[in-house]
């Protein structure tokens, strides 16, 4: 079981921010602005276990519009896309809003020609419960487990809080909280699983950008849709860690994303690695040089006692 | 930003939950509320990006790290230091007991006041202390010190950190059996067996004590960490050998043992200074990643420690027996290795902020899946990887370095 985050439905409301907050009783972070964009969250923390980024960028993206630009079509266009074992969207936009094609009235003139040259990337980001996990491999307590749903679930009754998983996550995603010193993130709703249900996220999500299911089906979907934004011209469409071969320095992600920029936009990194997955190199220079540290000591024992 | 309609004599609590209402069973309901101080100060709004990524600050969502810091404060470097010294000096004693392992080896002081002995002595003096200060400064470093014996729950080679408290466990033990004994009352023979067969064992496990931590961080996500990872463990194994070298020098055993730490000294400072070279030079491969070395105050560090360690050299190489100049030696050497622990941390932490030395790394190919790829493209071939092979044309030139 997995996500899949389709950025090009993601309008930024944060309800998956909220809802995660809110089912996981998670206690604020301050209520800080960042003053950049409407990302006032910044990043994925301790409390904080979904994060919608917000990309602004002075280039067009293709095929991107509103509804009324026709490109869209109310929620026909996500009908295939609905989240498992939900009944559909929640979106005001009706099945039979026909595409249609406004002008504005009067000419907008400079603010129409900046626009044009302009958008706005939108990402709910969340932990990626990677099919090989850096922070799983790196915890020394055994805290960190795979679930039967296959998603990375730390047990807060074990953790020492070493800090440890924070380095080695390729992502940036788990961290420490300097209060209670144990470090924290995204369960995939571990608890509502059990009981049936799907995450609070994509449960909140109102255009299914966040979509909850079987990792095969989700895949089906995403390659879909990739081929249905590459028809209508979004040339930059991509999945992004969608399986083994995709990314091979995780071995493929349980929260995939359709991206349309290159991952550095989004925070993402471009080739993530588990860092285990070059311990050994690490393992045999460590043991050259406890080769070195007992030839060196014993040289200069031994060099001393002819004199 | 609290529950306004609360009346004032209820606990609020950050979550907006009425405890009173609803329970505090989520996932996340273990946390404590924050105590929420006044926001530090925020940047100011001609310091915020306007825009998420902007061509002459290379790419990357607003410069927000990509990474999480490394959480460790300063106990961590303090224990990569004594814990190298520990085992180094371990290891010492252990080979000076060898070499005179028929015959002579006595408990230190007593039966054979041998000069060999002083030198054994101290050392195995100076790892008990060791292990017992690492002991303490690693529990001091976490959150929460009581869990501390979770780390011997499991037995796991992809955590360095795991196999370490393993490492420290032994050590310390086979440590605390090489000195115990000595304090016992009434000395019997098999006491000094039990104590040397102990310090041996201890000069075994300090071998990877002094080294693995190099390991420790080199499995992080840390570009400047992950990327050098074949200098690390072999610098800290020659850091720990002159760090345990320059304390000798200030404590010096006197008559041969002086000889063994003079010469000791002499290859473990040369061999610190050559390492640090070749982990800047592995650093350097990808400039970006090696920036924390250069600037700001993980720079500063880093040249002090080079500086430090050169002159401890230079001191020793000089300096006779006796001499207030080998004392210098010593202390200079301590501060250098001290400092060079220091100067990798704060290089990591800095290194981890830079969200272009995560991506630059990895689009040139190094401290990524594409390094295994590569490695390995003469066998099943991998798809070249979307993401990288993409930005290969336009990112492979090295950056221009931004002001
Ligand atoms: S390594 Fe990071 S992204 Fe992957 S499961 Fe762990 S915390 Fe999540
Ligand atoms: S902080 Fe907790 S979960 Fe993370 S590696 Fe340490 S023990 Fe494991």
Same mark, same amino acid.
């Given at each position: 079981?997995?996500?899949?985050?389709?950025?090009?439905?993601?309008?930024?409301?944060?309800?998956?921010?909220?809802?995660?907050?809110?089912?996981?009783?998670?206690?604020?972070?301050?209520?800080?602005?960042?003053?950049?964009?409407?990302?006032?969250?910044?990043?994925?923390?301790?409390?904080?276990?979904?994060?919608?980024?917000?990309?602004?960028?002075?280039?067009?993206?293709?095929?991107?519009?509103?509804?009324?630009?026709?490109?869209?079509?109310?929620?026909?266009?996500?009908?295939?896309?609905?989240?498992?074992?939900?009944?559909?969207?929640?979106?005001?936009?009706?099945?039979?809003?026909?595409?249609?094609?406004?002008?504005?009235?009067?000419?907008?003139?400079?603010?129409?020609?900046?626009?044009?040259?302009?958008?706005?990337?939108?990402?709910?980001?969340?932990?990626?419960?990677?099919?090989?996990?850096?922070?799983?491999?790196?915890?020394?307590?055994?805290?960190?487990?795979?679930?039967?749903?296959?998603?990375?679930?730390?047990?807060?009754?074990?953790?020492?809080?070493?800090?440890?998983?924070?380095?080695?996550?390729?992502?940036?995603?788990?961290?420490?909280?300097?209060?209670?010193?144990?470090?924290?993130?995204?369960?995939?709703?571990?608890?509502?699983?059990?009981?049936?249900?799907?995450?609070?996220?994509?449960?909140?999500?109102?255009?299914?950008?966040?979509?909850?299911?079987?990792?095969?089906?989700?895949?089906?979907?995403?390659?879909?849709?990739?081929?249905?934004?590459?028809?209508?011209?979004?040339?930059?469409?991509?999945?992004?860690?969608?399986?083994?071969?995709?990314?091979?320095?995780?071995?493929?992600?349980?929260?995939?994303?359709?991206?349309?920029?290159?991952?550095?936009?989004?925070?993402?990194?471009?080739?993530?690695?588990?860092?285990?997955?070059?311990?050994?190199?690490?393992?045999?220079?460590?043991?050259?040089?406890?080769?070195?540290?007992?030839?060196?000591?014993?040289?200069?024992?031994?060099?001393?006692?002819?004199? | 930003?609290?529950?306004?309609?609360?009346?004032?004599?209820?606990?609020?609590?950050?979550?907006?939950?009425?405890?009173?209402?609803?329970?505090?069973?989520?996932?996340?309901?273990?946390?404590?509320?924050?105590?929420?101080?006044?926001?530090?100060?925020?940047?100011?709004?001609?310091?915020?990006?306007?825009?998420?990524?902007?061509?002459?600050?290379?790419?990357?969502?607003?410069?927000?790290?990509?990474?999480?810091?490394?959480?460790?404060?300063?106990?961590?470097?303090?224990?990569?230091?004594?814990?190298?010294?520990?085992?180094?000096?371990?290891?010492?004693?252990?080979?000076?007991?060898?070499?005179?392992?028929?015959?002579?080896?006595?408990?230190?002081?007593?039966?054979?006041?041998?000069?060999?002995?002083?030198?054994?002595?101290?050392?195995?003096?100076?790892?008990?202390?060791?292990?017992?200060?690492?002991?303490?400064?690693?529990?001091?470093?976490?959150?929460?010190?009581?869990?501390?014996?979770?780390?011997?729950?499991?037995?796991?080679?992809?955590?360095?950190?795991?196999?370490?408290?393993?490492?420290?466990?032994?050590?310390?033990?086979?440590?605390?059996?090489?000195?115990?004994?000595?304090?016992?009352?009434?000395?019997?023979?098999?006491?000094?067996?039990?104590?040397?067969? &102990? !310090?041996?064992?201890?000069?075994?496990? #300090?071998? /990877? *004590?002094?080294?693995?931590? %190099?390991? +420790?961080?080199?499995?992080? $996500?840390?570009?400047?960490?992950?990327?050098?990872?074949?200098?690390?463990?072999?610098?800290?194994?020659?850091?720990?050998?002159?760090?345990?070298?320059?304390?000798?020098?200030?404590?010096?055993?006197?008559?041969?043992?002086?000889?063994?730490?003079?010469?000791?000294?002499?290859?473990?400072?040369?061999?610190?200074?050559?390492?640090?070279?070749?982990?800047?030079?592995?650093?350097?491969?990808?400039?970006?990643?090696?920036?924390?070395?250069?600037?700001?105050?993980?720079?500063?560090?880093?040249?002090?420690?080079?500086?430090?360690?050169?002159?401890?050299? &230079? !001191?020793?190489?000089?300096?006779?027996? #006796?001499? /207030? *100049?080998?004392?210098?030696? %010593?202390? +200079?050497?301590?501060?250098? $290795?001290?400092?060079?622990?220091?100067?990798?941390?704060?290089?990591?932490?800095?290194?981890?902020?830079?969200?272009?030395?995560?991506?630059?790394?990895?689009?040139?190919?190094?401290?990524?899946?594409?390094?295994?790829?590569?490695?390995?493209?003469?066998?099943?071939?991998?798809?070249?990887?979307?993401?990288?092979?993409?930005?290969?044309?336009?990112?492979?030139?090295?950056?221009?370095?931004?002001?």
């Amino acid at each position: 079981m997995g996500f899949f985050t389709d950025t090009t439905l993601c309008i930024g409301c944060k309800a998956c921010e909220v809802a995660c907050k809110q089912w996981n009783q998670l206690p604020d972070d301050g209520f800080l602005f960042t003053g950049m964009s409407y990302d006032n969250t910044g990043q994925l923390g301790a409390s904080t276990w979904r994060h919608v980024a917000f990309v602004e960028r002075t280039t067009r993206l293709p095929g991107q519009g509103t509804p009324r630009d026709g490109t869209e079509a109310g929620t026909m266009a996500f009908a295939p896309l609905r989240p498992a074992g939900q009944p559909g969207t929640t979106s005001l936009l009706a099945d039979f809003v026909a595409p249609s094609h406004i002008e504005s009235p009067v000419p907008l003139g400079p603010t129409q020609r900046a626009l044009s040259n302009f958008s706005w990337l939108m990402m709910s980001d969340v932990c990626k419960h990677c099919e090989r996990a850096g922070c799983l491999e790196a915890c020394p307590t055994g805290s960190i487990v795979r679930t039967e749903f296959g998603s990375v679930y730390v047990q807060p009754d074990v953790c020492n809080g070493c800090g440890y998983c924070v380095s080695a996550c390729p992502f940036g995603v788990i961290a420490r909280r300097e209060d209670d010193g144990r470090a924290w993130k995204c369960t995939l709703c571990y608890d509502r699983l059990k009981d049936g249900m799907v995450p609070a996220c994509a449960k909140a999500c109102p255009t299914a950008s966040i979509q909850f299911g079987e990792l095969g089906e989700l895949r089906a979907r995403g390659a879909k849709r990739v081929e249905q934004l590459l028809a209508r011209g979004v040339a930059e469409a991509r999945l992004y860690g969608e399986s083994a071969l995709a990314q091979p320095g995780t071995e493929g992600l349980h929260a995939f994303f359709l991206l349309c920029d290159e991952p550095e936009a989004y925070n993402l990194p471009p080739d993530p690695v588990v860092p285990t997955k070059h311990i050994t190199r690490a393992w045999y220079a460590m043991a050259a040089s406890v080769v070195g540290l007992a030839a060196l000591c014993l040289g200069a024992v031994a060099g001393a006692r002819r004199t | 930003m609290r529950a306004r309609h609360l009346p004032d004599d209820r606990p609020h609590d950050g979550r907006n939950v009425d405890p009173e209402l609803g329970a505090l069973l989520g996932e996340g309901s273990h946390q404590r509320v924050k105590d929420l101080a006044p926001s530090p100060a925020a940047p100011r709004s001609d310091e915020v990006p306007s825009l998420a990524y902007e061509a002459d600050r290379g790419r990357s969502y607003y410069g927000l790290p990509l990474l999480k810091e490394p959480v460790w404060r300063w106990y961590v470097p303090a224990y990569f230091y004594v814990g190298g010294v520990a085992g180094a000096a371990a290891a010492l004693g252990a080979a000076a007991q060898l070499a005179g392992w028929r015959g002579s080896p006595g408990p230190v002081r007593q039966r054979h006041p041998g000069v060999e002995h002083r030198l054994i002595g101290r050392c195995r003096l100076i790892a008990t202390a060791g292990a017992g200060a690492s002991a303490v400064l690693l529990i001091a470093d976490l959150g929460r010190p009581a869990r501390f014996l979770d780390m011997l729950r499991v037995f796991r080679p992809t955590s360095p950190m795991n196999m370490g408290t393993w490492f420290l466990s032994a050590f310390g033990a086979c440590c605390a059996a090489s000195t115990l004994p000595h304090l016992w009352p009434a000395r019997r023979p098999w006491q000094r067996t039990v104590s040397d067969a &102990a !310090a041996f064992g201890a000069g075994v496990m #300090g071998l /990877p *004590l002094c080294t693995y931590t %190099g390991v +420790l961080i080199a499995n992080t $996500a840390v570009p400047i960490w992950h990327g050098t990872r074949n200098a690390l463990p072999v610098l800290f194994g020659a850091s720990g050998a002159a760090g345990a070298a320059s304390l000798l020098e200030l404590w010096p055993p006197g008559g041969t043992g002086d000889d063994v730490v003079h010469r000791f000294s002499l290859l473990g400072k040369t061999l610190e200074l050559a390492l640090g070279e070749v982990f800047a030079y592995e650093a350097r491969r990808v400039p970006r990643v090696a920036r924390p070395l250069r600037r700001g105050a993980s720079g500063a560090l880093w040249r002090t420690a080079q500086v430090l360690s050169a002159a401890g050299l &230079a !001191a020793t190489a000089l300096s006779r027996r #006796g001499s /207030p *100049l080998r004392r210098t030696a %010593g202390l +200079l050497g301590t501060l250098g $290795a001290l400092t060079l622990r220091f100067a990798i941390l704060q290089a990591g932490r800095a290194s981890a902020r830079d969200p272009l030395a995560t991506s630059e790394q990895q689009r040139a190919g190094r401290g990524g899946a594409a390094e295994l790829t590569e490695r390995d493209r003469a066998g099943a071939s991998h798809p070249a990887l979307r993401g990288v092979g993409a930005g290969r044309e336009t990112e492979a030139a090295p950056r221009e370095e931004h002001p």
